[in-house]
Each structure stands twice: as structure tokens, then as C-alpha cells.
């Protein structure tokens, strides 16, 4: 049997299958963000070991590790979908790229904002000119860079190369962000942020933090599959699709969920 | 060539640019923007003169005094090569402490001690709950566990950050 690849690379056929999506990402997220919280709030120490330990504000690392991961996490592949539209010239690609930036600078934000909230009470200060903090300010930069860019350019196919181009240029910050941490020769990488890995997390703290993480992920599949089926209804608006959808939703006068049925294209259930 | 082969080319090429940018921005942080100088660097004179700088390591054990104001401190910072005396006015953040890791800005004076501005106290790597800590503290010391324990070592790991 031969897998047709390319099918949800259409519009029309990738708008009903994220629609029912959503309401399956949205549950999950949902679920893992409670229990994860639940068990960073209440089933870890009140503080960390040690001569001089953190406080109870440690426990801010259950929101602070996972958005600072999917803020890096998101720009790849907002770089990825630019370059994939690039290259095969595929309009969903770069929607799918316009849907995921919004969240990925929500992440960043907070990252940033947790990171102050955090950095107050254990460094001292809120903000300070370290290497990780401010090349994650710049990764903000390029999500808001990115996103004006589009906004500014009203042909929408023009806007979307323009805006690819800057997503992959960006993509120099990533390895930045991590090796501001992580460089090879930890005499060269001087930062108020310490290096850490798993193995100096204890198993209480990693998994409501892993946890919480695969909710932030899930979370955002549901918000950009949301904003991509936004996207695409304004941008294929003149499209036989979906004027017969349109009409097929106003003829079906009881039914709410008109969206995912009678789409010409086909609903593609079980085709996952 | 295809346009497509084209345009893939056209964004490897971008790629592989952005990588090289990467790396040469990545080896100039490295090389020019320290954000701290270690007490070695500041003894042999890398640090910058008559100018703000920060100097991180660690507070040396048994060297935290306050002077007659009530609000002035004074503390040597060392990477257990060479020692730095810091004196410092102000409030000293919750993690400061004897053995803890911290970061100084401010000047250096005249008479070799480095006037702070401000003083941040970084946190060490491990996140263990205070019994696990403990524990390994306690095998540490005993000899017992010698490499599963690098959290237990805070004062030799963070003189390498």
C-alpha cells in the first residue's frame, strides 16, 4: 500500500483533519500540565539541599525549564516549515510556520518573565546582561521580527518568503542559547546560569518538569493547529472549498460542527 | 537543475551559511565577551582598567565580615588559585553565603580591592531534595562514593563554571 504523503500537504484536506485535532492536543496538554503541577507543587521538597539551599521558589522550574525549551524548541521548527516552503514552494508549510511563531514568542515570554521572577529572589536581580539571558531576549526579537515581517509585506505570498528567509538567518541563535551554557570548555562559557543535566536533577523534580513540558508541547500543536485553520480559511476564502463548506454549514441550520463534515477534499479520519 | 533543486540548494547554502555565522559568533563570545573574570585573570591583569567589570568565583570560607556601618561587607572571591578581597555595601542576595558562588560588578581600586556595585549569588547545578543531599554529602565524606556523587561537590564544581 502506497501512502499518500503529499495529501495533508493541501489546504483543503489539512483543515478538517486539524480540527479534530485540536480538541484531542487541548486535552492533553490539559492533563499533563495539571498532573504535572500537582506533583511539582505538592510532591517535591519545600526546598533543595545543600548548605545554602533554594527556597520554596525553586519550584518555579516547573514552568520556567519547559517554556525556556519549547521557546528554542518552536523556532526550529518555525525555521523547519520556512525552509520545507522554501524549497517545495508548498503554501501549508508556510502557514503552518505563521502559526507556530505566535506561540513560540508566548513561550519566550515567559521564559523571560519566569526567568526574573526566579532570578530575583536566588541571583539577586531580575535581569542581567548573562549570555543565556540575553540571547534568549534575542530569540524574542526574531519571533516579533519575524511575525512584523509578514504583517509588513501585503502580498501574502511575498510576505511568506521574506518572513522564511529571516526564520532561517535566526536559526544562528539556537546553537548560541545552548552553548552559552553548555560550551565545551566550561572555563570559556562564564555565566550566572549553571550548567546542569539530568543527572544532578532528582527524579521528583525531572518528571513533573518532563511532564509539564510534553503539555507545553501539546499545548502548542493545539493553538497553532487552531491558528493554521484560521490561516488558511482567510487566505484560500476565494476557493471552491470553501465556499461549499461555507454553504453547506449555513444550509445545515442545527448542526455546529459543520467543519469537518461534507469537505469535498474528504475528512480523512483513520488516515493518521 | 529543477527550480526546486535550485531552491534547495539556495537554502543549504543559507544553512551552512547561518552554521558558519553560528560558530564564529559562538568562538568571538568565547574569546571577547567574558561576562566574568576569574581572580587568575583579574591577578594577571586581562581585566579591563579604570573600567565596570564583574569577577565570579567563589567566597572564601571564614573571610565574610562586616564592617562598623552595619551594611558594608568584606569578602575574598577565589577560583582556589588566586584571591580577590571584595567590599561590598548593600543587601547581599538569599544564596549568598561562605563557599557559594558569586558574581561581583564594579571597579577595582587602588589598593587591590574590588569595589562592588552590585553582588549575585549563582545557585549550584544540582537539584536534589535535601535528604538525597544529604546522603550523598555523607557517602561523599566517607569515601564511599567518589564519582556518583558530583553534587556533592559544589565547591570544586563551580570554580570550573
Not at chain 1, 534575542?138 to 509585506?153: D, P, Q, R
Amino acid at each position: 500500500m502506497k501512502i499518500n504523503w503529499f495529501k495533508y500537504a493541501s489546504p483543503a484536506s489539512f483543515y478538517p483533519l486539524a480540527g479534530q485535532l485540536v480538541p484531542k492536543f487541548a486535552a492533553v496538554a490539559a492533563v499533563l500540565v495539571l498532573i504535572g503541577l500537582y506533583v511539582g507543587f505538592f510532591h517535591t521538597a519545600d526546598q533543595l539541599g545543600g548548605s545554602n539551599p533554594q527556597k520554596e521558589y525553586y519550584r518555579i522550574i516547573f514552568v520556567h525549564v519547559p517554556t525556556a525549551w519549547m521557546s528554542m524548541w518552536l523556532y526550529l521548527v518555525l525555521a523547519g516549515w520556512s525552509a520545507i516552503g522554501l524549497v517545495f514552494n508548498t503554501r501549508l508549510s508556510f502557514m503552518m510556520a505563521n502559526a507556530v511563531a505566535p506561540t513560540g514568542a508566548i513561550f519566550t515570554f515567559l521564559a523571560l518573565w519566569t526567568g526574573a521572577l526566579w532570578g530575583r529572589p536566588s541571583w539577586g536581580t531580575y535581569w542581567d546582561w548573562d549570555p543565556r539571558l540575553t540571547s534568549e531576549l534575542i530569540l524574542f526579537f526574531l519571533y516579533i521580527g519575524y511575525m512584523a515581517l509578514h504583517s509588513a509585506i501585503d502580498d501574502s505570498r511575498r510576505a511568506d518568503r521574506a518572513a522564511a528567509l529571516l526564520a532561517i538567518v535566526g536559526v544562528v541563535m539556537l546553537p548560541i542559547i545552548y552553548w552559552s551554557i553548555n560550551c565545551p570548555d566550561p572555563n570559556n562559557c562564564a555565566a550566572l546560569h549553571q550548567r546542569s543535566d539530568p543527572g544532578s536533577i532528582h527524579a521528583s523534580i525531572l518528571i513533573p518538569m518532563l511532564l509539564i513540558t510534553l503539555g507545553f508541547w501539546s499545548y502548542s500543536f493545539a493553538t497553532a493547529f487552531m491558528r493554521l485553520r484560521d490561516i488558511i480559511l482567510t487566505r484560500e476564502a476565494d476557493s471552491a472549498w470553501v465556499r461549499d463548506m461555507l454553504l453547506e454549514a449555513r444550509a445545515d441550520t442545527g448542526g455546529g460542527s459543520g467543519t469537518s463534515s461534507g469537505v469535498p477534499a474528504g475528512a480523512g479520519r483513520g488516515a493518521v | 537543475m529543477k527550480a526546486r533543486q535550485k531552491r534547495l540548494v539556495f537554502v543549504g547554502i543559507a544553512v551552512l551559511g547561518v552554521g558558519v555565522a553560528a560558530s564564529m559568533a559562538l568562538s568571538a563570545l568565547q574569546s571577547n565577551i567574558a561576562y566574568f573574570f576569574s581572580p587568575s585573570q583579574v591577578h594577571a591583569g586581562e581585566h579591563p582598567a579604570d573600567a565596570v567589570f564583574r569577577v565570579g568565583g567563589l567566597v572564601v570560607t571564614d573571610t565574610l565580615r562586616r564592617e562598623g556601618d552595619g551594611l558594608t561587607v568584606r569578602f575574598d572571591v577565589t577560583d582556589n588559585a588566586k584571591i580577590v578581597p571584595v567590599s561590598y555595601t548593600g543587601i547581599l542576595p538569599d544564596l549568598f553565603g561562605e563557599g557559594q558562588g558569586v558574581v561581583a560588578r564594579g571597579r577595582i581600586g587602588t589598593d587591590g580591592v574590588f569595589y562592588a556595585e552590585d553582588v549575585l549569588a549563582k545557585h549550584d547545578e544540582s537539584y536534589m531534595p535535601p535528604e538525597v543531599q544529604d546522603t550523598l554529602h555523607t557517602a561523599h565524606a566517607d569515601g564511599v562514593v567518589e564519582t556518583a556523587a558530583p553534587s556533592a561537590k559544589p565547591a570544586t564544581m563551580t570554580v570550573t563554571q
